[in-house]
Nanobody, 114 residues
Framework: VQLVESGGGLVQPGGSLRLSCVAS????????MGWYRQAPGNPRDLVAR???????IYRDSVRGRFAISRDNAKNTAYLQMNSLKPEDTAVYYC?????????WGQGTQVTVSS
């Protein structure tokens, strides 16, 4: 399985971005998909996760500002990010869990700065 993220970029504080993660195959086979982020010198942390059944969890610092979703017909997962803050700056990675293992995308840079 290959995952390709897009949608990152430079945005001012308070702005919005929508990240996309396109899978090479059907995402319906994935038990869960998630978004992680890693800032320089920090570990890779979970941002949001959604199961096949639609159960979602969020990191405390993004709850109410970020929204994860998945479109099985398009084999795509999304992360809508609103009210962005400088501390959201990081490389964002898409992740997919399946019976055969865990797959990762290459990451997309998100920079929040004025």
């Amino acid at each position: 399985v290959q995952l390709v993220e897009s949608g990152g970029g430079l945005v001012q504080p308070g702005g919005s971005l929508r990240l996309s993660c396109v899978a090479s195959g059907s995402i319906f086979s994935f038990s869960a998909m998630g978004w992680y982020r890693q800032a320089p010198g920090n570990p890779r942390d979970l941002v949001a996760r959604i199961t096949r059944g639609g159960f979602m969890i969020y990191r405390d610092s993004v709850r109410g500002r970020f929204a994860i979703s998945r479109d099985n017909a398009k084999n795509t997962a999304y992360l809508q990010m609103n009210s962005l803050k400088p501390e959201d700056t990081a490389v964002y990675y898409c992740n997919a869990e399946s019976p055969t293992g865990v797959s990762w995308g290459q990451g997309t840079q998100v920079t929040v700065s004025s």
